[in-house]
């Protein structure tokens, strides 16, 4: 087996561990995707939003949402290899860092993913927005990539510390900035399409992800080995 | 085998022959001249340089915060150095380096935040305002709170060295990135900006000067706490031998 | 007994295999190991290890090992707690890098070709490296993936069914009992048909068949030209189960000697000297 179908069938063979270990754990999504509703719901106490106002600030508390319920679940996948056992387990075979870190973030954007599918519609719902029109799904993708890039790599840092549920969030968010702005740029202009001077939001999003997912991958190896 | 810890690797000995128990040459040189810089330069502020005609004196704070907010970028970018140092040659040396750079950074660019800050409520009437430099200071300051709680938890390791530098060389490639999209964003929403005009020749020249010698006062700083951190490596070191025996 | 076919094995030379012999365990003089590699690749070792250190929190654990495991060799590893062992074996097993020295498996240096060697290696350690909430063929079936073993399936079922699980393959291995999960672990270590076995105290927690069976298990390696290392507090399994005997003190190999040449009481004296 050459070693490029090597690594990519590790890389499937991590991932669908991980999606059987968490179908059977049960925890994870329920809790994401609860935690992602009802952040959407105090945003429409918080903002009290009435139709004039609904464009500026809907794509805001979209994002926030689909953020701090993905902060959920960004740990999640190491967590459970550390908790069950140690990431030995995995170390301990043959398998090239980085298709462990490709694996983890494929199930990082799955678990996020799934909680976003079923929040978009309730949310379009929930707020009456018009919301799956043009390039909505390219830039939830993309922007959660984005989380995830740089969630996944530094999950694993912060899971060697005592004060990983504070050190996490601590790490990403001023490091997503870029992505949070442009997402809810972006997001925003598809309600209420942006002039001939709307800076190219989704094209930022996929250089940021260019970018991070390159130098991610390549320094994972330096966080994990002992 | 968990991975929480805080185990030491107890490096090998630099190569270099021990330092001549002596004169610091480069602590006196760079103190000297920064001390010297200092006094120049508080001349040149407060005597020297004229009197903005429409904010006064208060104006004079942009001579201090300006220095300490560039030395604070650099300085991350020193981290981020020695970070890519210590990947590639695990020289803990690098990451004494990357250290220093860091206590120090994260000084100047909080009191770069404070001290613009209490520039823009004279000048402007408010504390803060989210134009892309004053946003992208911010982040960049959080990047160093991280960075040192992140080399705080870890400790001193191995890990906490790669973790650091994995840290510095992502937020210093991100840091151009989050300014340019909280500009593309201010556009459509301008705001109040720190715009600095054409400016006469001596404030241009007071401002070359302090930032010089907040360079060098900056240099000294990375000299001291560079030996800090060798001194707190060694006795590591030491406590080791004395407690465990001697390693061969 | 259980012991006889590895304790006989001591005392002659192992020329029933059709293998040429690439071990010796009678040998009392390096000239006559030598003579007994045939060829070339048998002149390799295992293992090599020179000048080994780590620390832990501070505290070295590895003072500077030096240590060579030939192909088809048992070697038993002894000594106090702390002494380095389990450090040790998880340095072979690449889990851990040393701070100094080098080691070497089959010519590969564990820690520039680190993927290379883990391929080699077969790992049975105090924790099972196993998913509690896969079954017992799932957690196979991944390991085989991550190996890349060929005809992974079969391999699996071949090994649950050596390991006397097959009636509970599809029952998920956190409902195992302590000696289930480490037949299991056994499973999951020979799966990619490893060169080097390491053990980390493979006989706490066993019952009488367990032990048969890890003696099985083990000869069927060795016959293979497998290596072994292991790790035991017992004394009285060493001699039976191994062909050389090394003891570990204060991070350091304070004995080694061919199991042939010591007897029980030698051994016992040494050990006791050497962990205090």
Redesign the interface.
């Known amino acids: ?1 050459s070693t490029a179908r ?1 690594f990519l ?2 890389i ?3 991932l ?2 991980d999606i ?2 968490e179908l ?2 049960k925890q994870t999504w329920i809790s994401m995707g609860m935690f992602a509703l009802l952040v959407l719901v105090i945003f429409n106490f918080a903002f009290d939003l009435r139709v004039d106002n609904k464009a500026a600030v809907v794509p805001g508390a979209l994002w926030v949402a689909f953020i701090f319920a993905s902060r959920r679940g960004l740990g999640r996948t190491i967590a459970a290899e ?1 908790d ?13 860092r980085k298709a462990i870190y490709l694996a983890k973030l494929l199930g990082n954007l799955l678990f996020i993913g799934v909680v976003e599918i079923v929040a978009l519609p309730i949310f379009a719902a929930l707020f009456d927005v018009p919301l799956f029109v043009g390039q909505l799904i390219p830039i939830v993708l993309l922007g959660t990539l984005g989380v995830a890039t ?1 969630g996944t ?2 999950s ?8 990983r549920e504070l ?1 996490l969030p ?2 990403v ?3 997503i ?2 992505i949070v ?2 997402a809810v ?1 972006a997001t925003g202009s598809l309600l209420v399409p ?1 002039g001939a ?3 190219p ?1 989704l094209g ?1 999003i996929i ?2 992800d260019i ?2 997912l390159s ?2 991958t390549l ?1 994972f190896q ?2 994990i ?2 | 085998m968990a991975l929480a810890k805080r185990e030491t690797r107890i490096e090998p000995q630099s190569t270099k022959a021990p330092p001549r128990a002596g004169v610091p040459v480069a602590s006196l040189i760079l103190g000297g001249l920064s001390f010297i810089g200092m006094m120049i330069s508080i001349w040149m502020i407060f005597l020297y340089a004229p009197t903005e005609a429409v904010q006064g004196d208060v104006q004079r704070i942009f001579y201090f915060h300006v220095p300490m907010a560039w030395i604070g970028m650099l300085a991350f970018g020193i981290v981020a150095v020695g970070g890519i140092g210590y990947l590639i040659k695990k020289d803990e040396r690098w990451d004494w380096v990357a250290r220093a750079a860091a206590e120090s950074g994260a000084v100047f660019i909080t009191l770069a935040i404070i001290l613009g800050s209490i520039w823009g409520k004279q000048t402007w009437g408010t504390w803060w305002t989210w134009d892309p430099k004053l946003t992208a200071v911010l982040v960049l300051w959080f990047m160093y709170i991280a960075y040192l709680m992140l080399r705080s938890y870890m400790g001193r390791s191995t890990s906490s060295a790669y973790a650091g530098a994995v840290l510095a060389i992502v937020g210093v490639i991100d840091v151009p990135i989050i300014y340019m999209s909280v500009q593309w964003w201010r556009t459509l929403h301008p705001g109040p900006e720190v715009a600095n005009g054409d400016l006469p020749a001596s404030v241009v020249l007071t401002l070359m000067v302090a930032l010089v010698t907040f360079t060098l006062f900056y240099s000294f700083l990375m000299v001291q706490l560079y030996n800090l951190q060798k001194l707190q490596a060694q006795a590591q070191r030491l406590r080791a031998h004395v407690e465990y025996g001697l390693e061969d | 007994m259980t012991f006889d076919r590895v304790g006989t094995s001591l005392n002659r030379s192992s020329d029933s295999s059709p293998v040429p012999p690439t071990s010796n365990y009678n040998q009392s003089s390096p000239a006559q190991s030598d003579a007994a590699f045939s060829d070339a690749s048998d002149k390799i070792h295992m293992v090599e290890i020179r000048t080994l250190k780590k620390s832990y929190a501070l505290k070295p654990v590895l003072r500077g090992i030096n240590l060579d495991v030939r192909q088809g060799e048992r070697v038993a590893l002894l000594g106090a707690n702390g002494a380095g062992k389990t450090t040790l074996l998880r340095i072979l097993a690449c889990l851990t890098r040393p701070d100094r020295g080098t080691v070497f498996i089959l010519g590969l240096d564990s820690v520039q070709q680190a993927q290379q060697v883990r391929a080699l290696i077969g790992f049975v350690a105090h924790q099972p490296y196993l998913y509690p909430e896969l079954t017992a063929l799932e957690n196979l079936l991944f390991f085989a993936r991550m190996y890349a073993v060929k005809q992974g399936r079969e391999r699996a079922v071949t090994l649950l069914q050596r390991v006397g699980l097959e009636r509970r393959m599809h029952e998920r291995v956190g409902t195992f009992s302590r000696g289930q999960v480490q037949r299991l672990a056994w499973a999951r270590a020979l799966l990619h048909s490893p060169r080097l076995l390491l053990l980390d105290e493979p006989d706490t927690g066993l019952d009488q068949q367990g032990h048969e069976l890890v003696n099985a298990l083990l000869t069927e390696h060795v016959e293979q030209s497998g290596s072994v290392l292991f790790t035991t507090h017992q004394l009285e399994r060493v001699l039976p189960l191994a062909g050389r005997v090394v003891i570990l003190g204060a991070g350091r190999v304070v004995f080694t000697g061919e199991t042939a040449n010591v007897d029980l009481d030698a051994l016992q004296r040494t050990y006791q000297r050497a962990t205090v």
């Open positions: 087996m090597t069938t590790q499937a063979a991590i669908a561990k059987r270990s059977r754990s550390q069950g056992g140690s990431l030995d387990r995995l170390l301990l075979c043959p398998v090239d740089i790599l530094f694993v840092m912060a899971a060697a510390t005592r004060a050190l601590l790490l968010f001023p490091l900035v870029p702005i442009a740029r942006g001077n709307e800076p939001w930022l250089a940021f970018i991070f130098l991610a320094l330096y966080v080995e002992e």
